[in-house]
């Protein structure tokens, strides 16, 4: 491991503190749990010369839940969110994902936060400095190519790998940012923006590998909100190399209603596949009949059409969509056969 590099540590107790500290310190970076981040700055993709602490901030530090809703603090720790009575109760998909990132240590540490804006990652870049530079670094860092698709006229494919945005987009999840000129919240599907489409610049709503949040200059995630869907049925789960602490090769999340014998209501998200995180376009039309081989052909190719995983882990791409589709499948068995009536 490489040694960590000075830098200066600023601790506000107050939003009104972290948000001018932001402001004085554009070239910081925002310190949640630090699992990530001071891994990346050890090995010398990031260098900030200010980091700013989130979690000494108590107003970012509260889980509120009921059956009507939920909303998460950023500085809200993965454990807390893992074990939180109601939540466990009533958005289990939430709490399975909190309690599926990693391992003890970094959920210990890990934050709301931290995990939503998690940088995303690629065999060529989550490397040392001098692994980098051997190889000529790459576009998401100081090169000027991407060795995954050396074709791909300036797109980076780094995947998006945080395991929370995928459980709280199936809930139709809003988030709320706060900075320099006030507060704004956005569906927080449309805080992510790795389209990574190879045929259109990246611009400011449509972003790839590198540029993969919508935040602004000196925005935060001040926290995650979302409201209950009566009868919806919710879990999360993952493929991963190494059981006890890894980032997801494929992370799926799935909500359903089912009426009677009829599915009327699927969500299905995933992780560890995009530059982003991709709740399917299309689920709708699935809807309406029994679970059976029409949905899950629906299913497939709805799975086809919109997971891009690409060569940036160890595991192939066309490895990780088979993983999702599969994960989605079993999934939606078991939370549609779940939620039968008892007799
Ligand atoms: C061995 C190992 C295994 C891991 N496995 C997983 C896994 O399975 N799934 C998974 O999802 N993650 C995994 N991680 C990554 C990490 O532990 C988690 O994603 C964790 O939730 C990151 O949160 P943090 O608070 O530590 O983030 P940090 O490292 O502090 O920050 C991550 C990024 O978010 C930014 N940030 C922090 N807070 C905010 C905020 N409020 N607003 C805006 N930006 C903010 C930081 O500036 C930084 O860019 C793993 C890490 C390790 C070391
Ligand atoms: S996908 Fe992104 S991080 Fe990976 S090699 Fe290409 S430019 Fe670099």
Same mark, same amino acid.
């Given at each position: ?21 932001? %402001?004085?310190?554009?070239?910081s970076?925002l *310190? ?8 990346n700055i ?7 010369p ?14 509120? +839940?009921?059956e009507?809703?939920l909303?998460?603090g ?12 109601? !939540? ?9 994902? #909190? ?9 210990? !540490? ?23 530079g +051997?190889?000529?670094?790459? @576009?998401k ?7 995954? %698709?050396p074709k ?24 709320d ?6 507060c704004?919240? !956005?569906p @927080? %599907?449309?805080?992510y &923006? ?6 259109e610049?990246?611009t ?6 590198k ?9 935060i995630?001040a ?14 789960d993952? &493929?991963?190399?190494?059981r ?8 799926? %999340?799935? #909500? ?11 969500r ?6 995009n530059?982003?995180?991709?709740? @399917?376009?299309?689920?709708?039309? *699935?809807?309406?009949?029994a ?8 299913l ?6 919109q997971?891009?995983? !690409?060569k ?13 589709g ?8 078991r939370?549609f ?7």
């Amino acid at each position: 491991m490489d040694a960590l590099p000075s830098f200066d540590l600023v601790r506000p107790r107050t939003l009104d503190e972290l948000i001018a500290a932001r %402001a004085a310190h554009s070239d910081s970076r925002l *310190l949640g749990g630090g699992t990530d981040l001071v891994v990346n700055i050890r090995r010398g993709i990031v260098a900030p010369p200010v980091l700013i602490e989130v979690n000494g901030v108590t107003e970012l530090r509260y889980i509120k +839940a009921d059956e009507h809703a939920l909303e998460i603090g950023a500085a809200v720790t993965l454990v807390e969110l893992a074990t939180h009575p109601e !939540m466990v109760r009533h958005y289990p998909v939430v709490a399975q994902a #909190a309690g599926h990132i990693a391992g003890p240590t970094q959920r210990n !540490m890990g934050t709301v936060g931290g995990n939503l804006c998690l940088d995303t990652r690629c065999i060529f870049y989550n490397q040392s400095e001098f692994w980098r530079g +051997a190889n000529r670094h790459c @576009l998401k860092t100081t090169g000027d190519i991407c060795h995954v %698709a050396p074709k791909s006229r300036g797109v980076c494919f780094a995947t998006f790998s945080g395991d929370l945005a995928p459980a709280l987009l199936t809930l139709d999840a809003e988030v709320d940012i706060t900075g320099p000129t006030g507060c704004r919240s !956005m569906p @927080l %599907a449309d805080l992510y &923006i790795g389209y990574a489409r190879q045929d259109e610049p990246v611009t400011e709503s449509r972003g790839d590998g590198k540029y993969f949040l919508s935040l602004r200059p000196g925005e935060i995630v001040a926290s995650v909100r979302a409201k209950n869907t009566p009868g919806l049925r919710s879990a999360y789960d993952k &493929i991963r190399v190494r059981r006890s602490i890894e980032y997801p090769v494929t992370g799926v %999340a799935v #909500a359903l209603r089912r009426d009677g014998s009829k599915l009327v209501d699927l969500r299905v998200a995933f992780t560890g596949t995009n530059p982003r995180p991709v709740r @399917l376009a299309g689920t709708a039309a *699935l809807c309406g009949g029994a679970l059976g081989e029409r949905v899950f052909a629906g299913l497939d190719a709805l799975v086809r059409d919109q997971i891009m995983a !690409m060569k940036t882990t160890f595991t192939p791409g066309h490895y990780r969509r088979r993983v999702a589709g599969v994960l989605a499948r079993r999934l939606m068995q078991r939370l549609f056969e779940d939620s039968l009536p008892s007799s």
